[in-house]
Structure formats: C-alpha cells, structure tokens
C-alpha cells in the first residue's frame, strides 16, 4: 500500500465524495513527495555541505576545497532530491494512476537537466582548482574541459530527447545519424579546434605564457587562453589577438618559449661603416693602438704578409670586448664577422648568446653595447656609412 491509497481509504471512511477523495488524495501525495524532495536537498544543502566543508578546509590537500565548495553542494541539493522522488514515487502514488507515467517521465526529466548543470559545476571546480594548484605547469586544460562539456551536453541532450520521445537513446542516436552532415558543416570550427588541441598538448607544442609571432598573420605577443574554438593572445601594447585554435598548427608560428628554457637569447649588432675610412695600419698608426690597448690582433694573425686594417682592429677589439663581457654567454659561440660590401658600406656583424631573455633588459643590453662600440670607432679612425652623407 502507498500513501495515495492509503489516504483514499481514509477520506472513504469518513464518507467522502469518491471524486473528491481521489483528488485530495493524490494533491496531498504528490505534496507530500514535493516536501519530501525539499527536505532532502535542505539536509544536503546545509547540513552535508557545511560538515563536508568544514572537514575539507581541515585537510591537508587544497583539491577538495576548490571541488566542494558551495556551487557543488547547490546542484547536488537539486539532483539527489529528483533521484529520490522518482524511486520513491511509488510509495506515493499507485503505478496505475493515470499520471503516474507522465510524472514518472517528469522526473526523469530533472534528473537529465539537473545531473548535467552538477558535472559541468564539477568540471568548473576542476578547471579552477587545476589552475590554482599547477599554475606553473601552464596546460591550456580549458580545451580539454570545453571537449568534455560538449561530450556531456551531447550525451545529456540524448537522454533528454528519449525522455520525452519514451524510446531508448540508442534509437534516437540512429535518427541523429542521419544529420550527421549537418552537424559536422555546424561544427566544423568545433571540431578543428579538437583536433588542433590534441596536436597541441600530445607534442607540447605551446603553453600558457608562450610568447609567440605568427608573421603571415602579423601576429606577436604572450598566449593567455587557449579554448577549443579561439587562441587569446596578448601583445606588447596589451591589445589582445584572438585566432582559431586550428592556426597555431596550420600557420608558421615562432614560438620564444625554448629562449626562457635555455636561459639563452641571441643578440644581433650590426654597424655599416663608410669603405672609405677603412685604410691600412702603419706603424706610426700600431703604435698608438698598442698604447691605448687596442691592438688585439691573435699571435697567429701577426704572421699574414698582407698588413692589417683599421676594419680588422676593431673586429679584434669587439671580439675581445664580447669574449669578457659578463652579460654575454662563453660556451655559446661569439661571432663577429666583416660582410661582403653591398653599396651601403662594409658592415661588421656581431652574433652572440646572452643569459638576459627578458625583453626590456635584452633590448637595453643590446642598446648600451651597440652605443659603445659606435662610441669606440673612432679610436680605429672609422667612420659609420650614412646614406647621402659623409663626413668625407
């Protein structure tokens, strides 16, 4: 006997209408399986989610402070009161009542809606916990919580379709079959980005923080999102890019992340001098070198018959000044090289490694030096090649 017919039969024996009775016996079931459901979510709500709190902020681990906080013990309080009234409906109401399939199928229903809002709160809680926790490890785990929303939505809409249709998931999946064109057109970015986020964090190919330049897109700056549809991407002017996941592996991207790693970055100087001030170095001219320190030349290179220049003095004289230089990096090679003339003068070049990766200290190491070895060539009676202009 459940608690509709037993109330039937009470209002009968007090000699109630029998139309009367079966309403009055029904509205009070079904108010007594609403109090029921509120009950249940109040205890779970508050009485379980305070104790289950309370015991979380006492542990040592932070995970299940972000996990159960009061969002997840909100959308619990909804789906275990829907869970226990459809179980228990038949003790309210006879399986024979003509709204029992109906309400049973309602029930159903909110356990489909309100089990889908607690695992995609429990995601979010993940997501959130994740990035507090390992924020060092910078992995773009959104791409992978939005795959999971969408495989939840999916299968929750299934579900819910079949609900209402009173068929089995299976059958509605092999109508769905049919629009399977459809869907791959509507989410046809959806489904790049998945396969671009699997290329991304199977080969590690960028992180959150990376700095990188995409130049056929005249794109530059630090990745700070990457979801499963857009990249967000933040330059120097923190004006802020947003692409289609699928670039990053479609387009060349250059990505700085390896500069951070290494504790190594190139640096380039490079200065063009006018090929007429290059000359030959007499020895009125070898001796006011050796005096200042600037005659620099290798033991070996004193041998060549051919002389020396005032251009290969100072090539020796920045070597040396590279090779002593605290900011610049000795077992990675120091470069410095005197070009081929291409009618803009004779250019010296110099290529290095230093342990500065930063951007503003790299750009003032490479500013302070380019000006000292500007300041140093007219020790070596050089001149810098300007274009329609000499001082000659």
């Given amino acids: 006997m459940n608690l509709e017919v037993y109330l039937l039969n009470v209002f009968s024996a007090h000699h109630f209408d029998l139309g009367v009775a079966r309403w009055l016996s029904s509205a009070i079931s079904l108010a007594v399986l609403l109090v ?8 779970i709500r508050v009485v379980l989610g305070t104790v289950l709190r309370r015991w979380a902020s006492k ?3 932070p995970w299940d402070d972000y996990l159960f906080d009061r969002k997840f013990f909100h959308h619990l309080s909804w789906v275990m ?18 709204w029992y399939a109906l309400v049973s199928r309602f029930l159903l229903l909110l356990i489909v ?11 979010s809680n993940f997501e959130t916990g994740y990035r507090a926790i390992h924020a060092e490890r910078r992995l773009p785990l959104r791409s992978y919580t939005q795959i999971s929303r969408i495989f939840l939505f999916v299968v929750a809409g299934v579900l819910a379709v079949s609900v209402l249709l009173d068929q089995q998931p299976w059958g509605v999946l092999s109508g769905i079959g049919a629009l399977t064109a459809i869907l791959v057109l509507v989410f046809k970015d959806a489904l790049l980005g998945f396969v671009a986020s699997l290329q991304i964090n199977s080969s590690n190919m960028f992180k959150l923080g990376d700095w990188i330049e995409i130049p056929g897109q005249n794109v530059e700056g630090e990745i700070t999102d990457i979801s499963l549809n857009i990249v967000t991407i933040k330059n120097a002017e923190n004006t802020v890019f947003s692409l289609p996941t699928y670039n990053l592996v479609s387009a060349t991207v250059k990505n700085w992340r390896t500069v951070i790693d290494h504790g190594a970055r190139r640096l380039r100087i490079s200065l063009s001098f006018d090929a007429r001030s290059v000359c030959a170095i007499d020895a009125a001219f070898r001796q006011a070198l050796e005096e ?6 290798p033991e ?19 070597q040396t000044k590279l090779e002593n230089h605290s900011q610049v990096l000795k077992p990675n090679p120091i470069v410095v090289r005197i070009l081929d003339p291409a009618g803009r003068g004779v250019s010296v070049e110099m290529l290095f490694y230093t ?16 000006a000292y070895f500007i300041g140093s060539i007219s020790l070596f009676h050089l001149e810098l090649f300007q274009d329609g202009f000499t001082s000659r």
């Fill in 36 to 43: 029921f459901g509120a009950v249940a979510g109040f205890l």
């Fill in 59 to 61: 542990t040592e681990t």
């Fill in 81 to 98: 009161p829907a869970v226990a009234a459809y179980f228990f409906l038949k003790w309210f109401v006879p399986s024979s009542w003509s």
């Fill in 113 to 123: 809606v309100f089990s889908t809002g607690f695992l995609n709160q429990l995601l």
């Fill in 292 to 297: 200042k320190n600037l005659w620099l030349f």
């Fill in 300 to 318: 070996v290179e004193l041998l060549d018959p051919w002389g020396f220049t005032n251009l290969e003095a100072f090539r020796y004289f920045a």
């Fill in 355 to 370: 342990p500065v990766t930063t951007y503003p200290d790299w750009v003032n190491l490479q500013s302070r030096l380019t």
